[in-house]
């Protein structure tokens, strides 16, 4: 018999145009799909680091960008500009970045609390019932039963001795994705629209490939909210905006109410306070603290989101105490959930309580 055979571990080496393509991909999520200045800036790591080699330089891997279809001039123009293959290349880049640091989770869509006759094995029995598909009867555990009721000299099988494999529900999910592309996004230094760029696409990669039946509509609020398509996220900057939470939350129901999936959700990425909301039509804004009208507009969603059984899921990536206030309110008044993360914990907090969907319960 053949045993354990051992050979000495070989790495994967990265070709030249691998090592300068991962770089990219990151640089354009930077530069919100800025090829030429993305361009840039890997010239200037490469640089500071030696990313190319004499043989392979970076207009050799310019020529191969545009042979393999990542990137093409725009017509009557010598401007570069990203394909559909590499917003594809991207958000894929997103997916393994962030759900590739989690354990691996179970395969199929996602559990509920109900079973019975259901779509996946639980891997336990219950007794038979009327209804029950034949299929689905556990043959070894059922002549068991009926060998100890009866014996081996006397055998004989009876209703009472027949189990079935218990089997879970899988359960279609419609989510909604608000981002928070206010002023605030990028104050003081500190880039938060890009990391919630990142999530937005990992998070639509991870449903179109593992849950092709859930549905994923993304939003950005800022004096307004409006709904954008996949292929804009990467294009996302943060404007001068204040924050309408309200407009974002008010429109995230809207488009939940024409989902025909029992279990919704919303999740939010802001990292600040409601700032602004929309009166007559007329804009009422106060970017001094926390305004009473304007916070207790955004409880009142929050009451009515989770009448329509909505639960919404917040991720604050600030730390100021009194935001930490309004979202423990807002939280409170949905009876959803909230997680005050770093931009670094964001991604796997957001794609943990996603794969856990302890709230998506059958009506």
Not at 75 to 98: C, D, G, V
Not at 232 to 255: F, K, S
Not at 278 to 307: E, M, P, T, W
């Amino acid at each position: 018999m053949l045993g354990f055979r051992f050979e000495k571990f070989r790495p994967d080496v990265q070709t030249p145009f691998d090592r300068l393509f991962n770089i990219f991909k990151q640089l354009l999520t930077y530069t919100s799909g800025d090829v030429a200045e993305a361009l840039h800036w890997l010239t200037e790591l490469d640089k500071e680091y030696q990313l190319s080699t004499d043989e392979y330089g970076i207009g050799d891997f310019i020529e191969d960008l545009k042979e393999r279809g990542y990137i093409r001039e725009a017509p009557n123009s010598k401007q570069l500009n990203i394909t559909p293959a590499m917003e594809q290349s991207i958000r894929q880049s997103a997916l393994e970045h962030i759900f590739g640091k989690l354990r691996k989770s179970r395969g199929g869509h996602h559990r509920t609390v109900f079973s019975g006759e259901g779509d996946e094995s639980t891997g336990l029995t219950r007794p038979y019932s009327f209804g029950d598909s034949s299929e689905h009867i556990a043959v070894l555990e059922t002549f068991r039963n009926a060998q100890i009721h009866s014996g081996c000299d006397d055998f004989c099988l009876k209703e009472d001795d027949i189990v079935v494999a218990d089997r879970e529900h899988r359960t279609q999910s419609s989510t909604v994705l608000m981002i928070d592309i206010s002023h605030s996004m990028i104050l003081y230094g500190e880039d938060r629209i890009t990391p919630a760029k990142n999530v937005a696409m990992a998070l639509a990669e991870l449903i179109q490939r593992k849950y092709p039946n859930d549905t994923l509509d993304i939003l950005v609020f800022g004096d307004d909210a409006w709904q954008i398509e996949l292929k804009d996220v990467l294009y996302l900057t943060a404007g001068p905006y204040h924050t309408n939470t309200a407009a974002g939350l008010e429109l995230a129901m809207d488009l939940l109410r024409r989902r025909k999936n029992p279990n919704k959700q919303i999740f939010m990425i802001t990292d600040g306070k409601p700032s602004c909301m929309k009166i007559n039509g007329q804009y009422y804004k106060n970017s001094f603290g926390l305004d009473r009208k304007i916070v207790n507009h955004c409880l009142s969603l929050a009451s009515r989101a989770r009448k329509l059984r909505i639960p919404v899921t917040t991720f604050m990536v600030a730390s100021d105490p009194y935001l930490q206030q309004f979202v423990e309110a807002f939280t409170l008044a949905n009876q959803g959930k909230a997680y005050y993360t770093s931009l670094k914990g964001l991604g796997e907090y957001l794609f943990e309580d996603f794969e856990r969907g302890k709230r998506r319960n059958l009506r």
